[in-house]
């Protein structure tokens, strides 16, 4: 099955510098890859997510980068602020559309923003 | 529209003790899942259901058990619980298609003693 590794597992940024945080899948199968943003007490919530025809996305701040090849893709937070401060989990679906969609998740980067 | 709910948010079990955890969810999705989140592990899948009336076994199903009787309805039953099993438990929802997204509620606090 899937396995998705996550780096670094801590991150500390001065305000308004970028973020970049990596994961690594095994699955070639796999094509949908998501990333959540967890605040303390709540549920992670999507934030940006890629599929692999793509090889990048932007939403304002957040872009993320998909290297098919080597099974590597990567989320860029730029000019970060002090509401980015959280734990951030990549993922990878096992299977595509035509199961469940099980998400298989990194084990996570806890980002801090230094003022 | 609530989203994704779960109930209880926290409780403290002694071992060998039984409870039910249910996450419901006003969306009218298809898919649901229930996960647990221990520190520097993310997020596993412990059971999760494609319908009403189905359920089936995630990466980490051992000593939980499920029900999805209604369709906005997933519960996770510990049928004798363990230290082991103190996580913090969420629910995930999804719509058939071609959506990916989940859409998680906001954990249950779980102790077992």
């Known amino acids: 099955g899937e396995n998705v590794e996550q780096h670094p597992s801590t991150l500390s940024v001065q305000e308004g510098d970028s973020a970049v945080i990596k994961c690594t899948y095994s699955?070639?199968?796999?094509?949908?890859f998501p990333w959540y943003k967890q605040e303390l007490g709540k549920g992670p919530q999507l934030i940006i997510d890629?599929?692999?025809?793509?090889g990048e996305k932007k939403d304002q701040r957040i872009a993320v980068t998909l290297n098919k090849t080597a099974k590597h893709f990567s989320l860029h937070i730029t000019e970060t602020q002090p509401e980015d401060s959280a734990v951030y989990f990549c993922a990878a679906i096992e299977g595509g559309y035509s199961s469940a969609s099980k998400i298989i998740f990194g084990s996570g980067t806890r980002l801090s923003i230094r003022p | 529209n609530a989203g994704v709910t779960q109930t209880p948010k926290f409780r403290v079990l002694k071992t060998g003790q039984s409870m039910t955890l249910l996450c419901a969810q006003d969306m009218n999705h298809e898919y649901m899942y229930w996960y647990r989140q221990d520190p520097g592990m993310g997020l596993r899948l412990i059971h999760y259901?494609?319908?009403?009336?189905?359920?089936a076994k995630g990466e980490v199903p051992d000593g939980y058990n499920v029900s999805r009787l209604k369709k906005q309805n997933f519960l996770l039953g510990l049928e004798s619980a363990a230290p082991s099993q103190t996580s913090v438990y969420f629910c995930?929802?999804?719509?058939?298609?071609?959506?990916?997204?989940?859409?998680f509620g906001p954990g249950t606090r779980l102790t077992v003693l």
């Open positions: 890629i599929r692999s025809n793509v």
């Open positions: 259901s494609v319908g009403e009336g189905t359920t």
């Open positions: 699955d070639s199968a796999s094509n949908y």
């Open positions: 995930a929802t999804r719509t058939a298609g071609l959506s990916d997204t989940q859409y």
